[in-house]
């Protein structure tokens, strides 16, 4: 087996991991620096972001009103120490990517634009078109080439962490390309490897968001934090799942139900605006418009479509075809392409589809997790900006902000940390190598890797979709675990070395596996309503007394996760009512008055 | 999928180092729906028929720049070509045309990851800045000379166009030069005189025939034949400046 040292190994190589690669990098060029990802970097799901990234920008914004928008967003479930230095720290990170190159979407008069986003008071996002993920992805890649000691394992493929003496010590990786194994030994380990949300049938993610990182984390004993939390994005491609970006409402785009009404109105959201206003009807939290959806549907008032199934409609066309071009070209194309509509002509057919997990590994406010020596940020990662629901464009900033603090704090790690045995992190990755091979080699299986990842997306949109009851999830509980039986069984039919893709697809789901447990254990323990969490079975409400927590799973070998609830971080904002369109007003000047 | 559906014949090209002594053609007959992709083809072939079967892909909406492939003979991404376009007829899939192949659809990126690398892909800044001094001005006209070379997914779809590349794998290719161009345009950067070498070099854009062929394929509009054809006259007036100047042509 091959032996790499290093000091700091990252897997993933989106946009977290590479801020992070470049954070240590700057902080200690002598630090060998091992970034491993399953696909070259610029493949990264961070490519399919599209709206932006939250930072304060505008004279009349302040960190104080990104603060309350974003706990407030997050049904009071942030850690708030943590969302004050996220804030702070936004508008610097977003500077030093425009220093690197990021081509931000400007002003007339030069300076980097900013847009409207979903439960933002004030416009904060800032945005390259509609392709800012990509445009941050390549950036931070391309500017990654610059530093010498950051040392790529592209199309490497991580299987598993090395622990000893207490302390997370390196990875065991797979080199896709040749099937042979290596172990990177390193002082401190952060994963960086992205949501799970395709555990979910109908997502709007890349097939590589397969949780790999956060079961890593979970089965070496750390706690995976408030996975019940699932965002459903509210405008999506019907059956494929692909996102129409939540800029097309930041651009002033409507939702319509089959009357040509613009339903959110009846939800709390309005009344309606004459022109478009910040924190009302398509300008509101993501939560609040898929369950909007739902209840559309409920009451017949979807456009029932052929072959898309229920649907509403997402209306670009007042927005004129120059400026959807400018501002919009992407979903313009996605529109055209996918769909053979012309989006400054016919209304596009939208439903919600899953986004994003607001849950993720536990870790601290400089990202560390329980285990020592171990690190986690990006989406893969609970730091606590997003508690019980994300706010569009808080994500991206998010890879920014705490990629940087994670690549410090493992850098500072890595210089103070005792150096390993190598003897001993050797033989425990050559017994984890003999694990991963005899699941290729092994003969007689049965159950094919296509028909168990369909059944478990099934389960999973069935008892933790939007809206969730005590039957369907116990029902989801019992599934996975019938299916965690039968991948005991699983076939692959691919036996060879090079590029076994049959192979490693069995080994991502058998992370999703652990990962959708997690979350739908998580789910039903939650007997209350809060964020995207939400219930029609008694526990419609939130409650505060009870479950103003933290759920944290951890991994129970062969069972069941075990869920303990933890304490929330409060420093300046008290839970009240999450309000918006004219009630939410109301609440913020109520809230303003009571300070005063 | 809807239960009338229709069958179409792929024909993929497969090959294992490990059993087979050069590619061979293999059929499929794939069910499929109006809005299925040939990426989606693909899929299903895998997911069904053959676990063995190999190729790249992620996003499924022409962003990540994976899942580029020969569909009947011409480079294309997989995600956003559909099915119902080569319908009844027979269609073929096949790895990209001038790479090495490593396995069925995969071939082997390495050469131009280096290339990319090569280029000094970042800004090297004119005129350095501080965070605290907020960010660089770049008026519309400055943003628009280089907005459309940053738009590149790295799907190598125009290497695969390439003919001047299928000759010598050496040249550093359309997506390279393009995203080389991108930086030297930005008006933040101040290091086009040292990418010049490159430019000028043996592997540089004198490879290029000016076939075009490059920006056909490319789905992203970057064009980067036009990129190539703006260094070439860059490259030449150099070389001819530096003969008239003592310090050389670069600025």
């Known amino acids: 087996m091959e032996i790499f040292k290093a000091d700091v190994v990252i897997v993933g190589g989106g946009g977290a991991g590479l801020r992070a690669a470049i954070a240590v990098a700057e902080s200690d060029p002598a630090l060998k620096i091992a970034l491993v990802s399953k696909v070259y970097p610029m493949r990264s799901h961070t490519v399919a972001a599209e709206g932006g990234a939250a930072g304060v920008k505008k004279p009349s914004d302040s960190f104080d009103y990104h603060f309350h928008d974003t706990v407030g967003g997050g049904d009071w479930l942030c850690e708030q120490d943590v969302v004050e230095y996220f804030v702070e720290q936004a508008p610097v990170e977003l500077t030093q990517l425009e220093h690197w190159g990021c081509p931000w979407s400007r002003t007339e008069d030069g300076h980097v634009n900013v847009r409207a986003f979903g439960g933002m008071k004030i416009e904060r996002t800032w945005f390259a078109a509609d392709k800012s993920g990509f445009h941050i992805l390549h950036t931070l890649f391309q500017t990654s080439i610059k530093y010498p000691s950051i040392k790529r394992f592209d ?116 009344p309606l605006p004459d022109k478009p206003k910040n924190k009302y009807m398509e300008l509101g939290p993501r939560d609040r418009l898929s369950q909007a959806f739902f209840f559309e549907q409920q009451k017949g008032r979807t456009i029932e479509h052929p072959t898309l199934g229920s649907v509403v409609h997402l209306d670009l066309r007042h927005l004129g075809e120059a400026h959807l071009r400018e501002r919009l070209p992407l979903i313009y194309e996605m529109a055209e392409t996918f769909m053979g509509l012309d989006p400054a002509k016919d209304p596009i057919p939208v439903r919600p589809g899953v986004h994003y997990t607001m849950g993720g590994i536990k870790v601290d406010g400089n990202c560390a997790a329980s285990l020592p020596g171990l690190y986690a940020i990006g989406e893969c990662s609970s730091v606590g900006i997003h508690g019980a629901n994300r706010l569009g464009s808080n994500s991206l900033t998010e890879l920014l902000v705490f990629g940087k603090v994670a690549g410090v704090a493992a850098a500072k790690n890595a210089r103070s940390a005792a150096p390993g045995n190598s003897a001993s992190l050797l033989k425990q990755a050559q017994a984890i190598e003999q694990r991963v091979m005899a699941l290729k080699t092994r003969t007689g299986g049965t159950e094919r890797i296509a028909g168990i990842r369909k059944e478990m997306a099934q389960t999973m949109e069935d008892g933790c979709g939007i809206y969730r009851m005590q039957d369907t999830m116990q029902a989801t509980c019992d599934k996975l675990a019938e299916l965690r039986e039968r991948f005991k069984n699983i076939s692959i039919d691919d036996k060879s070395s090079v590029w076994n893709t049959d192979w490693l697809t069995a080994i991502e789901l058998d992370y999703q596996l652990d990962v959708a447990q997690s979350m739908a254990h998580s789910a039903i323990n939650r007997k209350e309503s809060r964020g995207a969490h939400q219930r029609l079975d008694g526990y419609e409400l939130r409650d505060d007394v009870a479950f103003l927590k933290h759920s944290e799973a951890y991994y129970v070998a062969g069972g069941a996760p075990r869920i303990v609830l933890g304490d929330v971080k409060i420093t300046k904002s008290q839970p009240a009512a999450r309000a918006y369109g004219a009630a939410g007003e109301k609440a913020d000047q109520e809230r303003k008055e009571s300070n005063v | 999928m809807s239960e009338n559906h229709k069958i179409i014949e792929i024909e993929v090209l497969r090959y294992n180092p490990e059993s087979d002594d050069e590619p061979h053609l293999e059929v499929y007959k794939v069910p499929f729906s109006d809005d299925m992709s040939v990426l989606q083809g693909a899929q299903y072939i895998k997911d069904n028929f053959d676990g063995s079967l190999t190729f790249r892909w992620s996003c499924r909406m022409a962003i990540c720049g994976s899942c580029g492939m020969m569909i009947n003979g011409i480079p294309k991404l997989s995600c956003e070509t559909f099915l119902r376009d080569y319908y009844p007829s027979r269609i073929r899939i096949e790895a990209m045309a001038n790479f090495p192949i490593e396995k069925d659809l995969v071939v082997d990126l390495s050469g131009f990851i280096e290339k990319l690398e090569s280029i000094q892909p970042y800004i090297i800044a004119k005129e350095p800045r501080t965070l605290e001094q907020g960010e660089y001005l770049q008026t519309p006209e400055e943003f628009n000379r280089y907005i459309q070379f940053t738009s590149c997914i790295n799907c190598t779809l125009c290497y695969a166009a390439c003919p001047q590349f299928g000759l010598n794998p050496d040249f550093i290719g359309p997506a390279a030069i393009a995203l080389l161009h991108r930086y030297n345009m930005d008006s933040r950067d101040g290091a086009a005189a040292q990418r010049m070498e490159l430019v000028a070099s043996e592997e540089g854009v004198f490879n290029c025939s000016a076939v075009g062929y490059c920006s056909e394929v490319c789905p992203k509009h970057v064009d980067p034949a036009n990129a190539v054809n703006i260094n070439k006259t860059n490259a030449a007036k150099d070389y001819f400046l530096r003969f008239l100047s003592p310090k050389g042509g670069s600025k």
């Open chain 1, 155 to 270: 199309e490497h493929f991580c299987v598993d962490l090395l622990e000893e003496d207490g302390r997370c010590q390196g990875v065991v990786v797979i080199e896709m390309g040749t099937g042979e194994f290596s172990m990177i030994e390193a002082a401190s380990v952060i994963i960086a490897t992205g949501g799970a949300g395709r555990v979910f049938r109908e997502s709007t993610l890349g097939g590589i968001v397969t949780g790999d990182g956060m079961a890593l984390a979970y089965r070496h004993g750390v706690a995976l934090r408030d996975m019940e939390f699932v965002q459903y994005h509210p405008t999506c491609m019907p059956v494929t799942g692909l996102l129409f970006t939540e800029a097309c409402r930041g651009e002033g785009g409507f939702l319509v139900n089959k009357d040509g009404y613009r339903y959110l109105q009846d939800y709390g959201l309005g």
